[in-house]
């Protein structure tokens, strides 16, 4: 029986087909989405150790793998969720209990002699705070169903990138839209990103947070622990970071006439917090990648509402690659209008000797 389409036309409608379903099972996905980021993620954090024993002293790829993924689950999941769950029970408390932070801003008010805003808007802020930070950390009381799937889904993605990398890796360069120099180019991107926002940025993060709560404990301000929580949070965010910390908690000792306190605070902050994250970058520059400040803090804002607390990581990735297939693009773009230009000059050639 002969085919009603003719096969420009079967070509159209199976392309068209694939992005349907490609669309369906998206959607069916949506919720789940962090799961395989992450465990894109954790892919490139772990294949030199994978590597390094699997590959080149041929030890076992499942107990290689599981390993991985246990050293994952306790070193990094569980801290991470603990970080998150004090984070969200301490904005949770002040969101509730208002008045400690009315008066932290009327002390503020009094020192700088400027009304901030009305003590109904601060209320209204901080309700929402605590909301939005609850729906971005990951939170055991609100969906720990939830949380369980996404993370055994990552997991088991990881598992079998690993234990079938190669049939991974050669799946990925056929069917890519990408020649092999852009999926290089790509490739290099990822590692840089993750690098640069896994590795270091939560190395330098990591020690910001820890001094940031050292400091402040030190000098006696309440809550210490949780504003370390905080600041190794913020310190994610370029330039900003953990001065939004210690910051105001100076400047809140100053107003109360604490003034020992508050100097040491700011000190500290200016001279030692402040310059550890440039001399711990310049330690680990050769293992983070080259990312732009900026590239870092518009990924950030993209990705953070989008993709919860992992958009830390995912945001600026997703930035990067844009601007890598935009200079592939442009160098695409250059390599045709030469080979046009080589073309015309070759039949102009042509046309000359033949008069």
Do not use: C
């Amino acid at each position: 029986m002969t085919n009603i389409y003719t096969p420009q036309q079967q070509r159209i409608l199976l392309i068209a087909s694939l992005i349907i379903i490609a669309g369906f099972i998206l959607f069916g996905l949506r919720g789940y989405t962090t799961a395989f980021l992450g465990a894109g993620v954790l892919y490139v954090v772990f294949r030199p150790w994978f590597t390094a024993l699997a590959i080149k002293r041929n030890w076992n790829r499942s107990l290689v793998t599981s390993l991985l993924i246990v050293f994952a689950l306790v070193v990094i999941i569980m801290p991470f969720l603990t970080l998150s769950l004090l984070l969200i029970d301490r904005i949770q408390y002040y969101s509730q209990h208002t008045e400690d932070i009315l008066k932290l801003v009327k002390q503020a008010e009094d020192l700088t002699g400027y009304k901030i805003t009305s003590q109904q808007n601060i209320q209204t802020i901080l309700r929402q705070g605590g909301t939005y930070a609850s729906q971005l950390l990951p939170s055991l009381a609100g969906g720990a169903l939830d949380f369980i799937v996404i993370i055994g889904l990552m997991f088991f993605t990881l598992y079998f990138m690993f234990v079938q990398q190669e049939s991974f890796q050669k799946g990925l360069q056929k069917y890519l839209p990408f020649k092999k120099d852009t999926q290089k180019e790509l490739s290099e991107s990822l590692k840089n990103n993750v690098n640069a926002n896994v590795l270091g940025q939560a190395l330098v993060s990591l020690v910001q947070g820890v001094l940031t709560g050292i400091t402040l404990w030190i000098f006696g301000v309440p809550d210490s622990p949780f504003w370390g929580v905080v600041a190794f949070f913020l310190a994610f965010i370029p330039v900003l970071g953990t001065p939004l910390v210690w910051g105001p908690a100076g400047l809140i000792q100053l107003s109360q006439g604490n003034t020992t306190q508050g100097v040491g605070i700011l000190l500290v902050g200016v001279i030692v917090i402040i310059n550890i994250d440039n001399l711990l970058r310049i330690m680990l520059a050769k293992r983070m990648g080259d990312i732009h400040p900026l590239v870092t803090l518009a990924g950030i804002v993209l990705g953070v509402p989008i993709f919860g607390i992992i958009g830390l990581v995912i945001g600026p990735l997703l930035l990067s690659y844009f601007i890598v297939l935009i200079h592939v693009f442009e160098r695409e773009n250059r390599k045709q209008e030469k080979e046009v230009a080589a073309a015309e000059e070759r039949v102009e050639k042509a046309a000359e000797r033949s008069t």
